[in-house]
């Protein structure tokens, strides 16, 4: 069965600082990515997601990812990171083609101290 | 559009006790889905439907029904409720059948069982 690790289950990070939150998946065949991010009090929303093409793919607040299919690697990254950032971070996964079924990762925590 | 609602946002229960929790989309969907988020172990799917009529069962099923008879509504059912019920429920639901499709999620509802 297909499983999302997230490594980092807590950050801390002081404003400005560079973030990379990695996450892996195990599938081997065609998969869908997603990063959702989870702010206090609030429902999940869509980061960014990949599909196919350019490995690297652009999301919304100057967040990006990189798919590395020889890593089965999915990792977040922002250059400089804002205490409004302060969130929880989810790396999901749909794999196959006849199933809509996200599977996510444990989560990311990440305080960015002001 | 008011996106994905659902109620109730909070409820206590007793064990034993049986509810529903109520999730509706007005975005025309076709496919929808159940989770459950616990501290450290990010969300588990319980149940989805692909379509009225269809349901199928995620990875955490037991304890939980689920029924689709119209494309908006999609309630989740507790029979008979227990401790380890105590999770934050989230409904999520997206255009076609997931695979290429970003799940737009609900607000949530915080369940407690005692």
């Known amino acids: 069965a297909q499983s999302v690790s997230q490594h980092n289950h807590h950050v801390i990070l002081s404003e400005a600082a560079s973030l990379e939150l990695g996450c892996n998946y195990s599938y081997g065949g065609t998969v869908n990515l997603f990063w959702y991010v989870q702010y206090p009090g609030q429902h999940l929303q869509l980061l960014l997601k990949y599909f196919s093409g350019d490995p690297l793919v652009k999301g919304i607040k100057g967040f990006e990812a990189e798919f590395i299919k020889s890593k089965f690697s999915f990792n977040l990254r922002k250059p400089s990171v804002q205490w409004s950032d302060t969130a929880e971070y989810f790396c999901?996964?749909?794999?196959?083609?006849?199933?809509?079924?996200?599977?996510f990762g444990q989560g990311t925590t990440l305080q960015v101290k002001p | 559009n008011a996106g994905v609602t659902q109620t109730p946002k909070f409820q206590v229960l007793k064990t034993g006790q049986s509810m529903t929790l109520q999730c509706a989309q007005d975005m025309n969907h076709e496919y929808m889905s159940w989770y459950r988020q616990d501290p450290g172990m990010g969300l588990r799917l319980i149940h989805y439907?692909?379509?009225?009529?269809?349901?199928d069962q995620g990875e955490v099923p037991n304890g939980y029904n689920v029924s689709r008879s119209t494309t908006e509504d999609f309630p989740l059912r507790l029979l008979s409720a227990a401790p380890s019920q105590t999770s934050v429920y989230f409904c999520a639901s997206s255009l076609g059948q997931g695979w290429v499709n970003e799940q737009f999620f609900g607000p949530g509802t915080r369940l407690t069982v005692l």
């Open positions: 999901a996964v749909t794999a196959g083609r006849n199933t809509g079924k996200l599977i």
């Open positions: 439907s692909v379509g009225a009529g269809i349901t």
